[in-house]
């Protein structure tokens, strides 16, 4: 209900400017706004919103809580357009100030949702002109209509060539693709980085130790398979960490290739290639659209980083290697920690990569990407890798005022023993396993409940239905926790027909996709769309729950797209889902007196079109039968 709560923030806003026109100029020539503070009400008994600013103002203007709320409410009731949105506020305790909409500004609401193929989730765009601030700062020359289309980067997936794709990738896909939707679906253009990993020591290991065991690779193209060579990089690493001369020739080898050898160049392409095709076979499997940006992409631009460094002073030399200082961070003994952007042997790493990349991607275009925000989402062990990074360009003068650098952390992948996910024999998982034993388990699932209902159904729809579920519940089970925090990777508890899950979710989407067309076919047409919208009817307490808690999904996406936590889209969903169980279970619809069916049905039809956005925006597809 953004559009709602826009209007009585505004309603507010003049109620305050009215009642106290002095402490408003106060604060206004001070520089500051004094702030009604709506919020949404935090239990339903309170009604739809509160204003809880009345408790700080009175501590302002030295008079009684309640005597400030009484007053803001005089204004309130005397304002047509509040009074058309609202009924009169209650004041409760010391001054909290509650609103409950009319029931005719729920239904309008309705009404327009369920004409709205957006469900009430405004462009980003249009909501910067419709806000006097935003409008403000479109009018504002040359940046104006550029910020409100601003680019935003998503950097996620990015895994490292000739190693294995782990669950941290995985996790890492999952939730940046779900928030490139969402800031997509807000109207931003987003672009879906992959930083993979194709620049580092790991070549020059590799590339020295398959000259020796297996130097076809080098040259021919899938002369060995991923498998082999994600062996060999073992081995490599191996020799690396136990055998000085190969430390020593790997790191040449890694010179050689940044310095463009074109011996090294061609073998490392082939690698490219090769682990390149397979991590596109686990995008294509999941629905994932990533455009590769390498590490190496920001190669010929290193130089430029360590220049600016200087000519800004920040950096510094330590025994032998180029660093800035940290601030406000130190290490053991209380010593500042620096951020190593180049090595003593004039190599580059990861980090000094990662302040090329920062610098091109808020540079404005030709030059770079132009972007607004540029978001990360890799495990929280990073965290302090990134907080470095962003320090140093933020110094360097890099990020322009207004733009957003935020890194999206998340927690480890654990089995259900709470360690580190494994296979049986003690390996890591990889992917492709994974995904096609939540596949394989989500088939074994249907076959026996189909089995159950004496259901027959042809192989193409088995198929199709247990690839889609058993992917989603990968999807979802990630999505559904706190990114924050560790989760445990459970197949039975993910593939389950019940409690927060893709399947139960899938499940309603079907279900009351069903009720609304079922009741469209009694209604005698199978389209209802247009007439659903007049003159709705509503009743039952049980309808208003299901109107409210429709009404909200606008704020939730505006929630995700802000702190970037899909988790609070996928409560919003299943809370959707249970709300909307207890109306069906108490409420007739079908079988209701013409007038208040048609009203349910609607509620029927915009919950299962809430459900199925919701869920594309999750990354998963909703299916019609299951
Ligand atoms: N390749 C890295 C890894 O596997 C993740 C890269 C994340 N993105 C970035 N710009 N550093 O851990």
Same mark, same amino acid.
């Given at each position: 209900m953004l559009s709602v709560s826009h209007s009585l923030a505004r309603c507010l806003q003049e109620a305050l400017e009215l009642a106290f026109p002095e402490a408003v100029a106060v604060a206004r020539s001070a520089g500051t706004e004094l702030d009604p503070q709506l919020a949404p009400a935090s239990k339903p008994e309170f009604g739809d919103f509160q204003a809880n600013g009345a408790l700080a103002l009175a501590k302002l203007l030295k008079q009684s809580p309640r005597a400030v709320a009484t007053a803001l409410v005089d204004r309130l009731v005397a304002d047509p357009a509040f009074m058309a949105l609202a009924l009169p506020p209650q004041i409760a305790g010391p001054g909290f100030i509650n609103l409950t909409l009319r029931p005719q500004a729920l239904v309008a609401e309705v009404t327009s949702r369920l004409a709205d193929p957006r469900l009430g989730v405004p462009l980003a765009e249009a909501a910067a002109v419709a806000g006097g601030c935003g409008s403000a700062a479109l009018s504002q020359a040359d940046g104006g209509l550029a910020m409100a289309s601003a680019l935003v980067i998503v950097d996620f997936s990015s895994p490292n060539i000739a190693k294995e794709m782990h669950v941290g990738h995985l996790r890492s896909t999952i939730i940046g693709d779900c928030l490139a939707r969402v800031l997509a679906f807000r109207g931003h253009p987003v672009l879906r980085l992959n930083h993979v990993g194709d620049w580092g020591t790991q070549f020059g290991m590799l590339i020295t130790h398959l000259k020796q065991v297996a130097p076809e690779a080098l040259t021919t193209a899938d002369a060995v398979d991923l498998g082999d060579l994600v062996a060999f990089y073992r081995q490599a690493k191996q020799r690396f960490d136990d055998d000085e001369v190969f430390q020593t020739t790997a790191r040449e080898e890694v010179v050689k290739l940044q310095a463009g050898d074109p011996v090294s160049r061609?073998?490392?392409?082939?690698?490219?290639?090769?682990?390149?095709?397979?991590?596109?076979?686990?995008?294509?499997?999941?629905?994932?659209?990533?455009?590769?940006?390498?590490e190496?992409?920001?190669?010929?631009?290193?130089?430029?980083?360590?220049?600016?460094?200087?000519?800004?002073?920040?950096?510094?030399?330590?025994?032998g290697a180029r660093c800035v200082f940290l601030e406000g961070v130190s290490g053991k003994e209380g010593k500042p920690l620096p951020v190593i952007v180049q090595k003593s042997d004039g190599g580059f790493n990861y980090a000094t990569t990662d302040l090329a990349a920062i610098r091109y991607r808020f540079?404005?275009?030709?030059? @770079?990407?132009?972007?607004?925000?540029?978001?990360?989402?890799?495990?929280?062990?990073?965290?302090?890798?990134?907080?470095?990074?962003?320090?140093?360009?933020?110094?360097?003068?890099?990020?322009?005022?207004?733009?957003?650098?935020?890194?999206?952390?998340? @927690?480890?992948?654990?089995?259900?023993?709470?360690?580190?996910?494994?296979?049986?024999?003690?390996?890591?998982?990889?992917?492709?396993?994974?995904l096609d034993e939540a596949v394989e388990r989500s088939e074994a699932d249907l076959r026996r409940r189909l089995a159950e209902e004496g259901r027959q159904e042809d192989e193409a729809f088995i198929r199709h239905v247990a690839t889609t579920v058993g992917l989603a519940a990968v999807k979802y089970a990630d999505l559904t926790q706190n990114r924050t925090t560790n989760y445990q990777f459970s197949f039975d508890r993910m593939l389950a027909l019940q409690g927060n899950t893709a399947p139960y979710l899938l499940y309603a989407v079907v279900r009351i996709a069903g009720i609304a067309r079922k009741g469209g076919e009694l209604e005698g047409g199978g389209d209802q769309d247009g007439a659903a919208g007049v003159g709705l009817q509503f009743s039952e307490p049980q309808e208003w729950a299901l109107v409210r808690h429709l009404l909200g999904f606008d704020a939730v996406i505006g929630e995700v797209e802000e702190e970037l936590l899909p988790n609070r889209l996928c409560t919003y969903l299943f809370e959707l889902s249970q709300v909307f169980n207890r109306f069906y279970d108490q409420v007739p619809v079908l079988k209701a007196p013409a007038e208040a069916r048609a009203s349910r049905l609607a509620l029927c039809r915009l919950t299962a079109d809430t459900l199925k956005l919701g869920l594309t925006l999750l990354g998963i597809p909703t299916l019609e039968r299951m």
């Open positions: 061609r073998a490392w392409q082939l690698l490219c290639d090769q682990s390149r095709r397979e991590f596109q076979l686990i995008y294509d499997r999941l629905g994932i659209d990533l455009q590769e940006r390498g190496s992409f920001y190669n010929p631009y290193l130089p430029a980083v360590v220049a600016d460094l200087e000519a800004t002073g920040l950096l510094v030399t330590d025994e540079a404005a275009p030709p030059a @770079g990407d132009g972007a607004r925000r540029v978001i990360y989402v890799t495990d929280a062990g990073q965290a302090s890798h990134f907080a470095g990074v962003f320090q140093v360009a933020r110094r360097a003068g890099w990020i322009p005022e207004d733009r957003r650098l935020e890194h999206v952390p998340f @927690g480890l992948v654990q089995g259900e023993d709470g360690k580190k996910l494994k296979t049986r024999s003690g390996d890591t998982v990889r992917l492709k396993d994974l």
